[in-house]
């Protein structure tokens, strides 16, 4: 239930701007990324820090998009929350605290190995969405980057978590392994 929710701005976002365009298409996102943080909270009685700093950033920069009307301030949102992620996990490592192991640790017995290299392994995708993203808005026509914002971050994502579902399940001590099957 909550991963859908997750997604209910970003597809908001994108049929409006196949209906209207990307200054309607932006306003709506911060709207909805604005109801998606109350109904989380509602059903959850908690947000996640990630959500708080999404918002932000969508309310900055779509701020931005709407006031100066200018679609590169959206643009550069994608790159930015990236970015703050690559950060986020880079700093929690080299901090000791390994914001990954963090959530998933309790539930998940690795050896601190794994984990840095599962975190490192997500900075490095992060900082490559980054990038992608910079040459795609910049560089191609917005609807490209629309789509690629909205179905090719999000298959990427997705195949990126099976990966490293995959990499720490052949990482999982055998005890582990035995009691799943």
């Known amino acids: 239930m909550k991963q859908l929710i997750d997604f209910i701005p970003l597809i908001i976002f994108f049929g409006l701007y196949k209906l209207y365009d990307i200054y309607v ?4 996102l911060i709207v909805a990324t604005a109801l998606q943080i109350i109904i989380t909270y509602f059903l959850y009685r ?5 959500q708080l700093i999404t918002f932000v ?15 590169n301030f959206i643009k550069w949102k994608v790159t930015i929350v990236y970015l703050v992620f690559a950060g986020g996990l880079t ?7 390994s914001a990954i192991k963090g959530m998933l640790g309790k539930e998940i017995h690795l050896p601190e ?4 290299k599962v975190n490192w392994a997500w900075v490095g995708y992060f900082l490559l969405c980054a990038i992608v993203n910079v040459y795609i808005a910049f560089r191609l026509p917005l609807d490209v980057w629309v789509n690629f914002k909205v179905f090719g971050l999000l298959i990427s994502t997705l195949i990126f978590t ?11 001590p055998k005890e582990t392994k035995d009691t799943e099957q």
Do not use: P
């Open 57 to 71: 950033l969508v309310a900055v920069f779509g701020g931005m998009t709407i006031f100066l009307h200018d679609d």
């Open 91 to 97: 700093i929690s490592h080299l901090m000791g605290k």
């Open 162 to 172: 099976v990966l490293t579902g995959a990499y720490i399940y052949k990482h999982l």
């Open 113 to 116: 190995a794994v984990w840095a």
């Open 46 to 50: 908690k947000v996640e820090k990630i």
């Open 25 to 28: 298409a932006t306003g709506a």
